[in-house]
């Protein structure tokens, strides 16, 4: 199984401008169903505050588009972990508040799990990227330049990566399928 950070960006790299918009990166069907099948079988996903607190809305989703009530049910069934300092509580059905990202007991989730373990949230996945627990990549990148912003992957991390796959939507967006390589992988 694998950790495996997956963001919706812009061509410049930010998934959210510098005003803290990101409706520039709403899906359009096409990608949400993608977005939806990756994570469709994932067995845990773990959330900073903000993400978490965006995402929560879908626990209450109940009408709208077939690709937004699958959405809506793929998250409903996923076990989620919020790492906040700030918290006190959450509010979601099979969700659990811990105080700090631990790269071991990550690792050990994800070794144990029956399925890939998501991490959403940039300053999440950027302690992850640092920390070197990720093992997958996966931007859906938006045909668009903001200029400034909450960046998709952390400052002062290097990381060497493989293709492994990518896909070009009717839209315009990109989505990048890469492995963190690893020696011995």
């Known amino acids: 199984m694998s ?3 997956a963001a919706i960006t812009s061509l410049d790299g930010y998934v959210a401008d510098a005003g803290g918009g990101f ?3 709403a899906p359009d069907e096409e990608v949400h169903a993608a977005v939806n099948d990756l994570v ?7 959330y900073g505050r903000r ?3 965006v995402l929560r809305v879908w626990q209450d989703v109940e009408d709208g588009p077939p ?3 699958d959405y809506a049910q793929i998250w409903r069934s996923m076990d989620k972990i919020v790492v906040s300092t700030t918290l006190d509580a ?3 059905p099979r969700t659990r508040l811990v105080r700090s990202l631990v ?7 994800v070794e144990t799990s029956e399925g890939d373990v998501s991490i959403g949230g940039p300053t999440l996945a950027g302690h992850a990227l640092r920390a070197g627990i990720v093992d997958e990549i996966h ?3 938006h045909p668009v330049v903001v200029g400034g912003g909450l960046r998709a992957l952390p400052d002062g991390v290097r990381l060497d990566l493989e293709l492994a796959d990518e896909h070009r939507f009717s839209s315009g967006v990109v989505h990048l399928h890469h492995r963190v390589a690893r020696a011995g992988r």
Do not use: N, S
């Open 51 to 53: 993400m978490y607190e």
């Open 139 to 141: 931007l859906f990148v």
């Open 23 to 25: 409706d520039w990166a």
């Open 67 to 69: 690709v937004i009530r």
């Open 3 to 5: 950790l495996v950070y």
């Open 90 to 92: 959450v509010a979601t």
């Open 40 to 46: 469709r079988h994932d067995a845990a996903a773990l």
């Open 103 to 109: 790269p071991d007991d990550v690792r050990h989730l």
